[in-house]
């Protein structure tokens, strides 16, 4: 499996923006799809947005799109969350997921980072 690790969450007011990173190791990058998914206290880890191994496919959820956008550098080993005009029911952890075929459910992703917290404040 390949080794992901979050970083850039922290709290922001409403309308504010943050940028999210997940960086893989173990494992060849460019060999996996990508996806970004929160869990809020209380509720089911949810789906926000997936990038393919190229990054030809992405796909977002409803409640994003528009707002964040991903990305990937397979040069970095990298893919980023860029969260735009957050709202206070953004706020959740965050995980990036790695596998070999792009999804938009969770329990088709097999690897897993430990989460970042983001916090919108209204």
């Known amino acids: 499996q390949v080794k992901l690790v979050e970083s850039g969450g922290g709290m922001v007011q409403a309308g504010g923006s943050l940028r999210l990173s997940c960086a893989a190791s173990?494992?060849?990058?460019?060999?996996?799809?990508m996806g970004w998914f929160r869990q809020a206290p209380g509720k089911e880890r949810e789906f926000v947005a997936a990038?393919?191994?190229?990054?030809?496919?992405?796909y977002y959820a409803d409640s994003v799109k528009g707002r964040f956008t991903i990305s990937r550098d397979n040069a970095e080993n990298t893919v980023y969350l860029q969260m735009n005009s957050l709202k206070p029911e953004d706020t959740a952890v965050y995980y990036c997921?790695?596998?070999?075929?792009?999804?938009?459910?969770?329990?088709?992703?097999?690897?897993w980072g430990q989460g970042t917290q983001v916090t919108v404040s209204s």
């Open positions: 173990g494992r060849t990058f460019s060999n996996y799809a």
């Open positions: 997921a790695a596998d070999r075929a792009i999804a938009t459910t969770h329990v088709l992703y097999h690897s």
């Open positions: 990038i393919s191994r190229s990054g030809a496919s992405i």
